[in-house]
Every structure is written in structure tokens, then in C-alpha cells.
């Protein structure tokens, strides 16, 4: 990636740590996201630009996406839903 960079929800979760810490270290620009800071300063440590707060926040959202060659984001299904393989 020359220029950008990509923007990852949920980053310090268990898949979104792992394909933050990937870009990384494939020398990436990583913004990572997650609703607490301390969860995000470790990967802070490692050289991802955080941004902390909540995701039903639209203004934290566009903040966050704005300049972003692309997002990562894996929203949770509801498993109460009456049919959750569709859901």
C-alpha cells in the first residue's frame, strides 16, 4: 500500500488483532479501532494509529473511515434471530 492506509473495527478482537498485527507487519498504515484504549496500547506499540470510541457513533465513524483505502469489519450476527443462518 504507497499511500492510505486501512482502517480495521474491532482491532484489538480476536480477528481483528490478527489481520492488524499481519498489515503491520507486511509494513502497512493501520488504523485500528476498539472501544478502549488500553485494549489498543499494544497495538499502538507496534505502530497503528488508534482511534477509541464507540461504533454507533456515526461522527467517531466518519472520523475514523475518512482517508481510508479500505475497511476491515466483522459485524456479529444475532444469534437470537429466528433464522440465523440467514441473519
Known amino acids: 500500500m504507497e499511500t492510505g492506509f486501512v ?7 480476536n480477528t481483528g488483532r490478527k489481520i492488524t498485527e499481519g498489515l503491520l507487519r507486511a509494513g502497512d498504515k493501520v488504523r485500528a479501532l476498539g472501544r478502549s ?13 488508534v482511534f477509541s470510541g464507540d461504533t454507533i457513533d456515526a461522527a ?19 444469534q437470537r434471530a429466528s433464522d440465523y443462518r440467514a441473519e
Do not use: C, Q, W
Open 37 to 49: 484504549e488500553n485494549k489498543l496500547a499494544e497495538l499502538k506499540s507496534a505502530g497503528a494509529e
Open 7 to 13: 482502517t480495521i473495527m474491532g482491532a484489538p478482537g
Open 60 to 78: 467517531f465513524l466518519e472520523k475514523a473511515f475518512r482517508g481510508a483505502d479500505a475497511v476491515y469489519t466483522l459485524l456479529p450476527t444475532d
